[in-house]
Antibody
Framework: VQVVESGGGRAQPGRSLRLSCRVSGFVFGDYALTWVRQAPGKGLEWVGFVRSKSFHATTEYAASVKGRFSISRDDSQSIAFLQMNNLRGDDTGVYYC??????????????WGQGTPVTVSP | YVLTQPPSVSVAPGQSARLPCGGV???????VHWYQQRPGQAPVVVVD???DRPSGIPERFSGSKSGNTATLTISRVEAGDEADYFC???????????FGGGTKLTVL
């Protein structure tokens, strides 16, 4: 199983970035995927997740990003996206994509990518 | 739902390290997962569903719960266990995952 994030970089406050999460080694469409971020020197913060097609690819988001971030998936290409709009300074950090062990609440995150860094500054 | 972890724990090599994770009624109402994060690396799950070990995780890692505290115990601590450890639960009332603030384990 491989999980690879990309798309990170520097953005000004108020601008947008789109992160990608490419996966291989399992049937992508059968699993939910989640995004977790880590501000410099801080702990892990759950961002949101997208369920599998079996659960209509519905999404949930942390309060800190709801209304600004959105997660989507393209099962035909085994890729998930994190669209980040109206970026703020406290969105700075490393963003990880991870697979959920199963597609319902209470799952753990069994495979993680190495993360992609995002810096929001003027 | 809030999970509380001490910022740091220190232990000598060969001893046991006990890393607590506090949460209201955690024993009765939550299933707890634990992650290890070495410097510069992505997190890795070391205990899932309170006390299950994923494939490849040494038996030295175990989890338990009592009352308002879950505990990750690392027996016979080695230098390579030095890392940050995070507990995690699912909050069904909000459909959100919650992480504790993390504990830095230092091997003396």
């Amino acid at each position: 199983v491989q999980v690879v994030e990309s798309g990170g970089g520097r953005a000004q406050p108020g601008r947008s970035l789109r992160l990608s999460c490419r996966v291989s080694g399992f049937v992508f469409g059968d699993y939910a995927l989640t995004w977790v971020r880590q501000a410099p020197g801080k702990g892990l913060e759950w961002v949101g997740f997208v369920r599998s097609k079996s659960f209509h690819a519905t999404t949930e988001y942390a309060a800190s990003v709801k209304g600004r971030f959105s997660i989507s998936r393209d099962d035909s290409q085994s890729i998930a996206f994190l669209q980040m709009n109206n970026l703020r300074g406290d969105d700075t950090g490393v963003y990880y994509c991870a697979r959920l062990s199963h597609d319902y609440g209470g799952a753990y995150f069994d495979y993680w990518g190495q993360g992609t860094p995002v810096t929001v500054s003027p | 739902y809030v999970l509380t972890q001490p910022p740091s724990v220190s232990v000598a090599p060969g001893q046991s390290a006990r890393l607590p994770c506090g949460g209201v009624n955690i024993e009765k109402n939550k299933r707890v997962h634990w992650y290890q994060q070495r410097p510069g690396q992505a997190p890795v799950v070391v205990v899932d569903y309170d006390n299950d070990r994923p494939s490849g995780i040494p038996e030295r890692f175990s989890g338990s719960k009592s009352g308002n505290t879950a505990t990750l115990t690392i027996s016979r601590v080695e230098a390579g266990d030095e890392a940050d450890y995070f507990c995690q639960v699912w909050d069904a009332s909000t459909n959100h995952w919650v992480f504790g603030g993390g504990t830095k384990l230092t091997v003396l």
